[in-house]
T-cell receptor, first 111, second 110 residues
Framework: GQQVMQIPQYQHVQEGEDFTTYCNSS?????IQWYKQRPGGHPVFLIQ?????EVKKQKRLTFQFGEAKKNSSLHITATQTTDVGTYFC???????????FGAGTTVTVRA | NAGVTQTPKFQVLKTGQSMTLQCAQD?????MSWYRQDPGMGLRLIHY???????DQGEVPNGYNVSRSTTEDFPLRLLSAAPSQTSVYFC?????????FGSGTRLTVV
């Protein structure tokens, strides 16, 4: 599987502010996926990116895949208390069945 | 449509005991996998299967066995439990749109 580094590990956000979490790999990726895990819950699939430079939006969430397909980002605008949880990126390498997860960014929100 | 079902939800084992974590999916997915989640380490792949009769090792396979006799079921066996295997275990299956995870098994080995 691919090694993916995710930063930051923790993100403390004031409600209404924006933040970004980043995912980086040293090798070219086949695709990258993002998951959200609420406290005490299980990971839930958010989105998959497969094309170089791809940008996808889900309401206040914007996902981007780098031009070289080695990095990705998740940007959340106007953070709400419902955004609390851990966001994971996960990557498939080229010709690789194994999905490797980053360590996650745990988000807390101050009301 | 139940998705991915894991049992049990909680388990306490004594060191040296064996047990099987059950995982079943009803989405006819060929690919299934087991992950363990430990604080600050994300999810680490234990074993995976690309179809009935085919399994392979992931990142942390030692101490675990799997088999895949049907498309639906993918049990994970702990051969001789150790405290280092205290963790949350997730089973997942993969379709066209990402992985679907079960609700997890919280295992404590004392």
């Amino acid at each position: 599987g691919q090694q993916v580094m995710q930063i930051p590990q923790y993100q403390h956000v004031q409600e209404g502010e924006d933040f970004t979490t980043y995912c980086n790999s040293s090798t070219t990726l086949s695709n990258i996926q993002w998951y959200k895990q609420r406290p005490g819950g299980h990971p839930v699939f958010l989105i998959q990116l497969v094309k170089s430079g791809e940008v996808k939006k889900q309401k206040r969430l914007t996902f981007q895949f780098g031009e070289a397909k080695k990095n990705s980002s998740l940007h959340i605008t106007a953070t709400q208390t419902t955004d609390v949880g851990t966001y994971f990126c996960a990557a498939l390498g080229v010709n690789d069945y194994k999905l490797s997860f980053g360590a996650g960014t745990t988000v807390t929100v101050r009301a | 449509n139940a998705g991915v079902t894991q049992t049990p939800k909680f388990q306490v084992l004594k060191t040296g005991q064996s047990m099987t974590l059950q995982c079943a999916q009803d989405m006819n997915h060929e690919y299934m996998s087991w992950y363990r989640q430990d604080p600050g380490m994300g999810l680490r792949l234990i074993h995976y299967s690309v179809g009935a009769g085919i399994t392979d090792q992931g990142e942390v396979p030692n101490g675990y066995n799997v088999s895949r006799s049907t498309t639906e079921d993918f049990p994970l066996r702990l051969l001789s439990a150790a405290p280092s295997q205290t963790s949350v275990y997730f089973c997942a299956s993969s379709g066209r749109w990402g992985y679907t995870f079960g609700s997890g098994t919280r295992l404590t080995v004392v």
